[in-house]
Every structure is written in C-alpha cells, then in structure tokens.
C-alpha cells in the first residue's frame, strides 16, 4: 500500500515538476510577452528530440546535453520574438487584435516547427536509455532517471520560483506581466524583456523536453499537442498571468494525473480538461488570479 | 426583410452569374471524370469549413480553435450510425444527427466560454480536439473494445452532390447573417464589445448562437466526407489539422468577405490535391509560412487586394463593386 | 421619485475605496454634473450605473428600480445610455451602422430595421453628422467621433444620459458647440448626468454639481454655491492656495 503511495507521490511529482516547468514557460510567454504560444509543445518536442540526437548521435550526456540544447531553444525563441511577435505588437491596432494574431502566428509556428522535425526526424518514436538502472527507496522499485529528472524538475522549478518572488529582476519581470506600461516607466527596458522572457520560456519547455526524453520512450514530432494543451490547463488553474500560479498548479495537476493514471492511463488528459471545465465555471481566474 | 429593396442592376447580374455557376456544378458529374467529381467536393468541403469558421471569428474576433473538433464529431456520428457491416440510418438522417452533434457540442462549449474573455474561448476551444480524441478512444477501447471503424461505401457523385448542397446552405446562410441584426450585432461586439453591450446587444447570447450555427456546417461536412476514409479512428476523425486548414484558408483569403475564404478554399484544395501527397510534410510547412506571411503583409488576406485593383482597373469592374458596396452600408 | 438615486455607494478594488459611501440623486429633466480631481471615483461611479463593474456595497435605483445585478444591455434597454471616457467607438464600421447599433438594440421591445434605420438617420442630424453617413468612425476627428458616441447612445431611446468627459480634448468652440448640443438633448427631455473637467461647461450648463474627491462625496449644490465653497477650491488648487497665503 504504502508502496503504491510512494509510486504515485513520486510520479506525481516528476509530472508535476514537469508540468511546472512547461507551464511557467508558457506563462512567462504569455503573462509577459503577451503571446498564447499554442506552439509552446513544440519547443518541449525539441528539447527532446535534439537531446535524443546528441545523445545517440554524439553520446553527450542528456544532462550536459542542456548546455547546447537550452541556449539554442533560448535563442530561437527569442529571435521568434525579436522578429515576429514584437513586429506584430506595433502593427496591431488594439490589444484584442494583437491577441488573436499573435495566436494564428502562433498556430502557424506549430504546424511550421512540426513538419521541420517530422523531415529531420522522422515520424516514428525515439527512444533512448539513460540512468536506466533501478534503485530502492523505502522498499519501492524507482529508475535513476526518473528520480534524477524529478530532483531537477523540482529544482529548477522551485530556484525559478524563489527568481521571480524574491528576487530584483524577478519582481520586475512580473510587473512587466501586470502592467508593461507602467513597468516601462519605472525604466524596465520592455523592448528587450519580451523577448527575452518569450526565449526563457521556450527554455524551459525544452528542459522539460530533454527530462520527459529521459524518463518516457517514444518522443515524436507529435508530441508537442497534449503538453500545450496540459500547459494551457495548468496556466488557467494557477491563474493567467501569474508565473507563481503556474508552478503551484502543475504541481496539483501532476499529483491529479498521477492518482487518475494509477486507474487508468488513457484517463488523464479526459480527467485535465474536466478539471478545466469546471474551474471555468466555478473560478477561471484560477487559484492565484485577479478577479 | 425585403431582399428586392437593395439589388440594384449590377447585382442582378452577379446573380445571373451565379445562377449559371449552380447549372454547371449540378450538372457537373454528368460529363466529368471522377478525378475532377472527387477534386469539386472536397473544394466544397473546404468552402464549407472555411466560410464556416470565418462566419463567427471575422466578425467578433473570437478566435476559434474548434472546426477540428465539430468536423470530428461529424465524422464519427457517421463512424457509428453508417457502418460497413450496416447502417442504422440513412445517409441524410446521419448528416443531419451529426451537424445537431456538432451544434450541441458548440452551444455548451459557448454557455462554458462566451462568457469569459476571448483568451479562454481560444484555451478551450484548441484543446477539445485532444481532449474528445482522447475521450473517445477510451470509450472505444474500453466500453466498445474496438480500435476503428469502417464505413459503408457512398459514391464519389452522391458525395459531390451533399457537400454542393451543403456549401450552398452555408454560403446562404453566412449572406443573411451578415445583413441581418444578428450580423450588426455580431460586428458591434469586434467592434468593442463593452459598448455593444452599453448599446442593448446580449453579447453572451449573440456568440453562442452564432457559434453554435457555424458549427453545424462543420459538422456536417464532416459526417459527409466520413464515407470517402473509408476507415476511421478518434486520431483519425479529431486531428488538429482540420482546425488548422480552415483558418488558413479564411486568412488567406480574407476572413472579413463572404467570397474570401471561398477563393483561400479553393487555392487550397487544388494544391492540396496536386501537391500534398507528394510532399506533404514541405506542403503543410509552406503553408504555415504563408499564414503568417498574410498576417503581416495582407492581414485582409487576399480578398484585401481587391479594393486596391478596383482603384487601379477602375471602369465597369469598378463600378459593379463600388454599387455594390455603397447599397450595403445603406441597407443592413 | 428621483429619476436616479444611489444610496451608500461603494466600490472596493482590493483594499482602495475607488467609491466610498456615496449618496447621490438625479431628477427628472436636470443636468447634473459630477467633478473632482482625477482618481477621484467620477467614472467608476458611472461604471457602477451602467453595470460595467459590479458594486461592492450599496443600491442604485433608476426610476425606483433596483439596479444592482443587472447586465449592461438590460440597463440599456431600461432607459440609461452613457457615452466613454476613452471613446468606444465602432472603428471599422461606418458612422451609420455605429449608431444603427443603439437603434436596434437599445429598445426593449424589438423594433423593425426601417424604424431603426429612421431613428439613425434622425440621430445623427441631430447632432449633425448626417454628411458623414457612410465615413468610417476611425478617420473621424476627436470630436465627431464623440459625436457619433453620442448620437449612438441617443438612438437607444434613454431617459437618462451619462456623458462621461464629453468635453476632454476639444478646443473652446466645438466645447460651446458640445455644450449647446447638451442642452438640445435636455430640451429633448432626457435627463443628463455629466462628469467634466472643462470648468466652462459645469459652471454653464448644470444646474447642480457634486463633487468627488478620494472616492467620497465632499460638496453639492449649484455651481455658485460650489465653486465658493472652500474645501473645493483648496482640493483643485492645493498647495498653491496656501502658498499664496
């Protein structure tokens, strides 16, 4: 009993610390650079598959492997940014126009980045083996790298957390979220924060990539639909807007997957999107939002 | 409304054209080759979708992510009421359960959403793709203990001949909605929604019943086209291609005209037959590009062009365009 | 019965009082203005009237129905109709079809498009931009853009107008121009509320002023009788008044 317990608590956090990371990132995306990247799952597919290469290709350890993967994911997304996203915030006539074609770019970037890596990689899944050796904990069965990913998903996620709560340029990043105008005057620099939090965010979505690599087999090309779609759920549950929110919210949906997923498997993205439906009726501004 | 008060000569004449074009599309497969009967329905499907979705987010601006899933659902009604091993109603009876499908599924998607800000219609709308295709599967697999299904054969004609009937309807219906309140209201709210609302309009129930229109069509363009795959699974019926596609034939032929996503369906379905089982992968990439080549530089897609060639060709055209344009600002 | 009455008004936003405890009444046929520095709650009050933001304490009433809870459209149909601040107009739509909008919609009983379309035409020679028909709202001017606000919210047949800083932004003709179409509409027998900066138009215009500073209600009475009243001018001219002395 206490075994299955463990099992889940374990597993609920390494989801949820995943989960964490993706829906930070896309928070930071849209919270700050007022973006919706439905695209955001493509990122974490790139971490993956880019991972996969260099570790099969040129047997670079998946966790040193960040070292290249992550500044590259980092500069594309802030490039995106820089080129398109920036570009359309002063050609949209209204805040509500620049949301609905920063979402269809966004769309298109998602069909854009699938096919690139369906033409690089392949539509079949990659697998590959890393820390795969078994240990025990409190007499329960657990993979290194399982419990490897959790520890940096977790860490990585709570170190990101204490940044933008405590720290100076944390706390300027989120009131660029609140209010970009005002964050603009008080001489936050929002012509390179954008960006710069929209390339953050594709960072961690391809950290979260490289982990979910490690510890599940099989990573293709279409991987990147129901984690966007899990990171829209978690940012919603911690409230739009709110960075923080998204960290605590992937927790709680991690932890709800885990539970639903010891029943069964095929349930958990039906159990996410119920839990959507109703946190729309009852409260969508989430656990941390504004009313 | 009397629709003879605003036609003047000029619309006479398109009218005349288009009578002519529904002679030739009705009496199309009487001397054409099944390539070409197959190439028509499917431009008529994408007609049907495109001007569809273009029929609720040009006007509000809500940006739909859903015609995947109302498409989806059409398609699997048709899964489970027309099957190979014998269906439980006819074809017709089939369409209309699947587009009633369809428009329950966008009324309580619109209750749940239309209410909040167009950021959770959006959220909502792009996950419910995933989340039927995963709902679905499960039912299959664990209630029905089946993988797939197969559908009963219908002719590349009857085909042909539905889906003309149906984009006929949707293209009917997307004209009067635009000259009706129902339009007025619906452009108030992209408009600036807190006004219209100042102004008497119920914003909540204008959205959800256009909404729930739109996804009609949808739907049963869906449960149209199910027979022609033969074999169908929940990947196969709710895949996010299918929200994909419309919007980028609405964009790219201009998404604020009732003829632009026509000429974007129609660009679409021709490459698409030439070009995408070739190179589907380079296909759908290029498209992507181009989407967001028009958002940038054609925002009113290519329908946009066409006040600028009014200028430039002036003359007759001009003016069919021009008397036109004038007689509906005046009339709503 | 006063055609508009609130009773312990309050709007809280978080811990700020944006409207605190504010009594107020409108009668039939009169211009009321509402002034006071910026911040001080004038448009939030409006935005508790016209059901843009719910109250946190307090009841309003309009012609002694409760208004509290009511959605914007339905306010609207009951007769109160309010121009913008930051004006909300119809951009891409043409000048005719912005006011058509109030016309069809702004009635409770569902009105017929050839009635609707005479009462926009009708509105929109009334506050005469009948030339600009078929113009798009946004290569309108300031001022004929609020116009345009204006004649739209008259087309929703109210019994009561809130215009909210109809004045801001325009030169000292189109304000004599924008006061005299005040008094038209008042002539027309619909009630007006106003909040305004421009001195000018308060001290013309309106019979009885109130002012808000900070959220509460600190002075009423007629325009003399506030603009000599000391805690007004010592708000509106602070430190200088004590500089001076």
Known sequence: MTETILKIVVSGLLNGGIYALIAMGLSLQYGVAKVLNIAHGEFIMLGALITWTLYTGFGINPLLSLAISGPLLFVIGFVLHRTLFTSLKNRSPSPAALEGNSLLVAFGLMFIIQNIAILRWSALGKSYKYLDTVVWVAGTAFRVNRLVAL???????????????????????????????????????????????FGLGAFLAGLAGLLISMCYTGSTPFMGLSNTVIAL???????LGSIPGSFIGGLILGLIGSIVSNWDTALVLVA???????????RPVGIFGKK | MDITRFIPTNRKLLLVGLLILIIFLTTFPLYSKEYYIRLMAIIFMYIVLAVSWAMFSGPTGYMSLAPAAFFGVGVYTAALLYQLKGPLLPLPAVIVVGSLASFMLAFLTGLVTLRLKGIYFAIFTFGLVVFLKELINYLEITVSKVGGRHISYVSNTTVFYILLGICVATLLTAYFIRRSRLGLAMQS?????????????????????TFAISAVFMGAAGATTAPRLVYVDPGLAFNVTYSFIPILMAVFGGMGTLYGPVIGAAVFAYTEIRLRQQYPYYYMLTWGIILIIIIFFLPAGLAGLIPKLRDRLGGPISKLWKGGKAEEHAHT | ?????????????????????????????????????NGAGKTTLFNLISAALPFSSG?????????????????????????????????????????????????????????????????LEFVGLSAMSATLVKDLTLVNQKRVEVARALATKPELLLLDELMAGLNPAEVSEAMELVRKIRDEGITIFMVEHVMKAIMGICGRVMVLHHGEKIAEGTPQEISCNKQVIEIYLGEEAHAGS
């Open chain 1, 151 to 197: 520890a940096v998903a977790v860490g990585v996620g709570v170190t990101f957390y204490l940044f933008l709560t405590r720290s100076r340029p944390g706390k300027a990043i989120r009131a660029a979220a609140q209010d970009p105008g005002t964050a603009g005057l008080m001489g936050i620099n929002i012509n390179r924060v954008l960006p710069l939090c």
């Open chain 1, 233 to 239: 759920i978690v940012v919603v549950l911690g409230g």
């Open chain 1, 272 to 282: 996410f999107y119920a839990i959507f439906m109703i946190l729309l009726l009852i």
């Open chain 2, 189 to 209: 709210i992209g408009g600036n929604e807190e006004a219209a609302a100042h102004m008497g309009v119920n914003t909540t129930r204008v959205k959800i019943l």
């Open chain 3, 1 to 37: 019965m006063h055609i508009l009455e609130g009773h312990g008004v309050t709007k809280l936003f978080g811990g700020l009082a944006a409207v605190s405890n504010v009594d107020f009444h409108v009668d039939q046929g009169e211009i009321v203005g509402q002034i006071g520095p």
């Open chain 3, 59 to 123: 009841e309003i009433r309009f012609k002694g129905q409760k208004l509290n809870g009511l959605k914007p459209n339905q306010i609207c149909q009951k007769g109160v109709a309010r121009t913008f601040q930051q004006t909300k107009i119809f951009a891409d739509m043409p000048v005719f079809q912005n006011v058509l909008v109030g016309a069809m919609f702004g009635t409770p009983t569902r009105i017929s498009a050839a009635d609707a379309n005479r009462e926009a035409s009708q509105k």
